[in-house]
């Protein structure tokens, strides 16, 4: 359902062409190598539909989502594309990844014999081989074996042999290396198959982590690819609301569900209409978890989120700010130009993947391009 903004409590913008820009950035970094675009979670909350649509005009061809029925709404939006299911073959649903194009990455010798069985060599795969972050993907000796059995890929369709960094993100890890080495020695094993590795944080990890196709995700929404450093990718989203109302606290006085902050000095406090309701995570309540308190951007000026953030408000002290410049329907930027989604992980102590896949279903939601 679509929220009318003069009606929703914020309005979220979502700007595709800055979302563009970064897939573009991304794909000149990788070539000659391919660069897909990950958009499981609708698009890391942007819209699956609106993102997958965006950059296939842009000359992405291939897409990776987490779920078949993600994989559907992706498929619905764009015919021609390639489809990955990063979560691998859903027992007794090839049907339905054949009915719809979708490419299973297959995680496993189960998923792999049921898909060959269902397939018939007319329907495409990637394999996903662990190379150390011990989650989906076969194991070395499993890879071993499929390698030896030419008859049992060709039934599965294979056309790409898939693994996944565990420490992308930190260039100073040694798994990174690890990883590169063991995915050098699959890559021996398959030397038909082209290959992918490269998460978003990977693509920065310099030429041999590319190979023949990347998937990023993250840093296509303007989360910071790279943790401690600074954010090389375009702001793709911002979240504005208007102040609901403006008001008066004593010397004293408490604000908000346990009264956990205390005016010290007579005081002015905004009330905006946004709460963890709506993906302001709790844990940015003052003091926030890191680098706190969390702040609000009024009028050019940042502002910080006091009290407890409520299930649909925060609440902020403007005591310092111009009270002409802040009244009932003043408009606050929550994320913008000033204030990212890596801002709000730092406040709230997770990630901006985090952020992202909770911004808030009751938003209005404006493309701008
Ligand atoms: C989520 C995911 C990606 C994209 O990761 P980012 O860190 O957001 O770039 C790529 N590959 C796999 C297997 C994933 O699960």
């Not at 009606?7 to 573009?24: D, F, K, M, P, Y």
């Not at 993250?218 to 702001?235: D, E, F, H, I, W």
Request: aromatic residues 6%; contains cysteine.
């Amino acid at each position: 359902m679509a929220v009318p903004p003069e009606l929703a409590a914020a309005e979220l913008t979502i700007n595709l062409a800055e979302l563009v820009e970064n897939w573009r950035m991304i794909a000149r970094q990788v070539a000659p190598a391919e660069c897909g675009a990950t958009i499981k979670a609708n698009g890391y909350g942007c819209g699956a539909t609106e993102v997958a649509q965006a950059l296939w005009t842009a000359g992405c061809r291939t897409f990776f989502v987490a779920l078949p029925v993600e994989g559907k709404q992706v498929r619905d939006a764009l015919p021609e594309a390639v489809i990955y299911v990063l979560d691998g073959l859903f027992a007794g649903q090839s049907d339905f990844y054949i009915a719809h194009g979708l490419r299973p990455s297959l995680v496993c010798p189960e998923d792999l014999h049921e898909w060959a069985d269902a397939a018939g060599g007319r329907h495409k795969a990637a394999v996903h081989i662990d190379t150390g972050i011990n989650r989906l993907g076969f194991d070395h000796a499993q890879a071993e074996a499929l390698s030896a059995d030419a008859d049992l890929m060709r039934r599965a369709g294979l056309c790409l042999l898939m693994s996944h960094l565990a420490s992308g993100d930190d260039e100073t890890s040694p798994s990174n290396a690890n990883q590169r080495d063991r995915f050098a020695g699959l890559r021996t094993l398959f030397p038909d198959l082209p290959a992918s590795l490269a998460n978003a944080p990977g693509t920065f990890l310099g030429p041999q982590f590319s190979h023949d196709l990347v998937r990023p995700g993250v840093a296509l929404y303007g989360g910071n690819p790279l943790t401690g450093k600074p954010n090389p990718m375009r702001s793709v989203i911002s979240l504005n609301a208007p102040v609901l109302q403006v008001r008066d606290v004593a010397a004293g006085d408490g604000v908000g569900y346990g009264a956990t902050w205390r005016a010290d000095r007579p005081s002015r406090v905004a009330i905006v209409g946004v709460g963890y309701a709506d993906g302001l995570l709790r844990a940015m309540s003052w003091p926030a978890q890191q680098d706190g308190p969390a702040k609000v951007c009024i009028a050019g000026q940042m502002a910080p989120i006091v009290g407890r953030v409520s299930m649909d408000m925060i609440t902020i002290d403007v005591t310092d700010l111009n009270p002409e410049q802040v009244r009932r329907g003043t408009a606050v930027e929550l994320l913008g130009k000033n204030i990212g989604v890596d801002d709000w992980a730092r406040w709230a102590g997770t990630l901006s993947y985090e952020i992202l896949t909770s911004l808030g279903r009751r938003y209005a939601k404006v493309y701008s391009s």
